[in-house]
């Protein structure tokens, strides 16, 4: 008979066993649950997903910390598109060491990606309330304050992260951009301020401007011509003038500055600021304001007596001379005869320069004892015959243009046909220089008044342009 022995296993090995077999199977399933949870692999970036975003670099004092390289996996998944992760990531490494701030500035950008633009913000605004030197931070709080339209906030948080770090070229783009909107906001709402008609308002708006750019030329510009057109001209000059200096290769300053200093009687600082514009910028409608204010300059330095011919109710010999001599100076050049004529009584006279110089010409005459009497009162008949005189200068320039008053016969009731000056009245009355009397009379011994003789010699002087083929 077979005998068969067991073993007999004490009952506490049984119990070591048991725990053996639950460590075994608690240590797979612990190492199963790892496996679960370890994280995908970091993508390849090749082009960031958000370029103006910049990295929370790690300080030196957390370069050892375990969670630097969570942060640094976290941030390529952030730049992937990957907001789950890179959200994943930040979490993680603040779970395991909460004063790692650059982990809390990533996960604000995350907050900025996902469009959670409040959210972002504060968790900026929390690191730089702690550290208020970290650009990373600074730049991310501009950004987001840039999705939620606060520019001029925007602003400056960008300009504190240039401050600290001068090589952000970037930054200093995107600067330059705010400080243009800025700008061309205050001048939109400037402009539509002033077509309102709210002066001060559109005032305050342009001196905004200039505060925040007092180097631009242009706002000086810009603030120049609402000054002018509200009528304050010595404000306006001051902006205009720095608006020439600020930016010299500015055309339409020198433009507008010629206006106001015309605008103020300043004729001659007009005419430089006239010809700095077309200096840079020439055209026909820059020379004719050149040629205006280069009259006026020119008129301005005249004597008062001449400036008051208009309101005279009799023209003088001397002044008619005056009158001639200055608007029609060519044809009295054309028509200069050799040799001086003698005149006796005018070498103090102010229009002394301006009767020598219509006598010379023939225009008018000196009278047998060489006096020209520059007091006496002119003469309708006497203002034909110089008028008549002008006329054939012209003729001996544009013969065609003589045809309108060559052979001409006008009939005047008070005047004959073989009268010494009817032929000098007919011919001035057919040129369209001076006009019949009612009555169809001419009027010789009627005195002429300055209005009436600058209106004449403005009549020759369009007709000597015309002769030359000008615009009068």
Known sequence: MRTVLHRVVPRSMSRVRSASVLLAVG????????????APTPPVVGTPRYPNFLFPSVPDEYAASPGAATHQRAW????????REARRGFTTVLQAQRDFFPAEVGLAYVDLADRDVD???????????????????????????????????????????L????????????IDVLRFRGLQAFVDAGRRAASAGAIDEARRQYERALSASPESGFLHRELAALERDAGALPTARTHAREATTLDPADAAAFVLTGEIEEALGAYDAAVDAYRRAADLEPSESLDEKLARATALADYARLPDEYRAITASPVISRGALAALIGVRLRGLLDDAARGGAELVTDVRDHWAAAWILAVANAGVMEVYPNHTFQPAAGVRRGELARAVSQLLNQIARRNAAIAQRWTGALVSFRDLSSNHLLYPDASRSVAAGILSSLPGERFGLSDTVSGADAVVAVERVEALAAESRGRRP
């Open 27 to 38: 240590v797979a399933m612990s190492v199963s649950a790892c496996a679960a949870r370890v």
């Open 76 to 83: 390529l998944f952030l730049q992937a598109g990957d907001l």
């Open 119 to 161: 959210e972002a913000i504060a968790k900026f605004g929390r690191t730089i309330g702690e550290r208020p030197s970290y650009v990373p931070a600074l730049i991310g709080r501009g950004e987001a304050l840039l999705v939620a339209g606060r520019d001029g906030d925007a602003l400056e948080s960008f300009e504190a992260a």
């Open 163 to 174: 401050t600290i770090d001068a090589s952000l070229t970037a930054v200093q783009r995107r």
